[in-house]
């Protein structure tokens, strides 16, 4: 058997491997133009091979994200002997975009042929779900799926910033379930948890576009009312009132429940380096003075 005839079988074997990694990959020129696409690719971004070659990648690559392409691209054109790895989103052919790594390494001219690059591109969609889900789990309540403490303290202080920057004046509404415990004590937790949903969507239905709900924990909740004075404030928890005179009907037994909420609120221009613990105990201690005068 001839040397020339392995030599021709051994790149019909690779460019074979090429074709048909599960993976997608890529050859490109040093300035990202597709010399060879493989099929996975193809099958990844809904073209075939063919109608990928000579593309830019920059033309396939998310418009938001074009900027970082190119300056990773940039980089591997000055550390030529480095691997190079982004995260961006590509293009498919019916306008989808899909979350991808890239992989690049920068292979030397050799023989009289130009530099060029070898690049995986991994489908990172599930990953990039698993985080999204990560982070929302961290900020938000599991129950209701409202935002959690630590979100609440966040957006605060965002409202409170930009009230200053506005002018706008800025409420908070600290909210507590009046008899919360005697409800889990005669119907069990299941059913209170149950009673904090029902709440919680009867809350959200009160609240404006521009308002912001969370749980904070146990019967707490809280809700932000951005660009409000007082007086909206006080037409919001007379709406909540209101909605709150239906008994929740779980599994054909009506429960009542009530609330005691205290309303904080801060002038448009105050400076906020102490505006939201301030807010939070001004907004606290008149919720506990109103569930004093309802047991009263």
Same mark, same amino acid.
């Given at each position: 058997?001839?040397?020339?005839?392995?030599?021709?079988?051994?790149?019909?074997?690779?460019?074979?491997?090429?074709?048909? =990694?599960?993976?997608?990959?890529?050859?490109?020129?040093?300035?990202?133009?597709?010399?060879?696409?493989?099929?996975?690719?193809?099958?990844?971004?809904?073209?075939?091979?063919?109608?990928? &070659?000579?593309?830019?990648?920059?033309?396939?690559?998310?418009?938001?994200?074009?900027?970082?392409?190119?300056?990773?691209?940039?980089?591997?054109?000055?550390? &030529?002997?480095?691997?190079?790895?982004?995260?961006?989103? !590509?293009?498919?052919?019916?306008? &989808?975009?899909?979350?991808?790594?890239?992989?690049?390494?920068?292979?030397?001219?050799?023989?009289?042929?130009?530099?060029?690059?070898?690049?995986?591109?991994?489908?990172?969609?599930?990953?990039?779900?698993?985080?999204?889900?990560?982070?929302?789990? =961290?900020?938000?309540?599991?129950?209701?799926?409202?935002?959690?403490?630590?979100? !609440? &303290?966040?957006?605060?202080?965002?409202?409170?910033?930009?009230?200053?920057?506005?002018?706008?004046?800025?409420?908070?509404?600290?909210?507590?379930?009046?008899? !919360?415990?005697?409800?889990?004590?005669?119907?069990?937790?299941?059913?209170?948890?149950?009673?904090?949903?029902?709440?919680?969507?009867?809350?959200?239905?009160?609240?404006?576009?521009?308002?912001? =709900?969370?749980?904070?924990?146990?019967?707490?909740?809280?809700?932000?009312?951005?660009?409000?004075?007082?007086?909206?404030?006080?037409?919001?928890?007379?709406?909540?009132?209101?909605?709150?005179?239906?008994? !929740?009907?779980?599994?054909?037994?009506?429960?009542?429940? %009530?609330?005691?909420?205290?309303?904080?609120?801060?002038?448009?221009?105050?400076?906020?380096?102490?505006?939201?613990?301030?807010?939070?105990?001004?907004?606290?201690?008149?919720?506990?003075?109103?569930? %004093? %005068?309802?047991?009263?």
């Amino acid at each position: 058997m001839s040397s020339g005839y392995l030599a021709s079988s051994h790149a019909a074997a690779r460019h074979a491997a090429f074709l048909h =990694a599960p993976m997608g990959m890529a050859v490109t020129t040093v300035d990202g133009v597709l010399v060879e696409v493989n099929l996975a690719l193809g099958t990844l971004l809904g073209r075939t091979p063919e109608a990928l &070659r000579g593309t830019s990648l920059f033309d396939l690559t998310h418009p938001d994200d074009r900027e970082d392409a190119r300056r990773s691209c940039a980089g591997l054109r000055v550390h &030529r002997s480095s691997h190079w790895r982004h995260e961006c989103r !590509f293009l498919c052919l019916d306008g &989808r975009s899909v979350a991808v790594q890239v992989a690049t390494s920068w292979v030397d001219a050799d023989g009289g042929q130009a530099a060029y690059l070898v690049m995986i591109i991994e489908d990172i969609r599930d990953r990039k779900a698993v985080e999204a889900g990560l982070r929302h789990q =961290a900020v938000h309540d599991p129950l209701t799926g409202l935002p959690n403490r630590v979100l !609440f &303290r966040d957006r605060l202080q965002h409202a409170l910033d930009r009230g200053r920057r506005e002018g706008t004046e800025t409420c908070v509404l600290m909210i507590d379930l009046d008899g !919360f415990k005697e409800i889990n004590d005669r119907y069990g937790h299941p059913v209170g948890d149950r009673v904090l949903a029902a709440f919680a969507d009867r809350l959200t239905a009160a609240l404006r576009a521009s308002d912001t =709900a969370a749980r904070l924990g146990g019967d707490e909740f809280a809700v932000i009312c951005e660009r409000s004075t007082p007086y909206d404030a006080e037409a919001l928890i007379a709406r909540l009132h209101t909605l709150l005179v239906e008994p !929740f009907d779980l599994d054909g037994s009506p429960i009542p429940v %009530r609330c005691s909420i205290g309303l904080g609120h801060v002038h448009g221009g105050t400076d906020t380096s102490a505006g939201v613990a301030t807010l939070i105990g001004d907004a606290d201690r008149r919720m506990y003075a109103d569930k %004093r %005068r309802r047991r009263g």
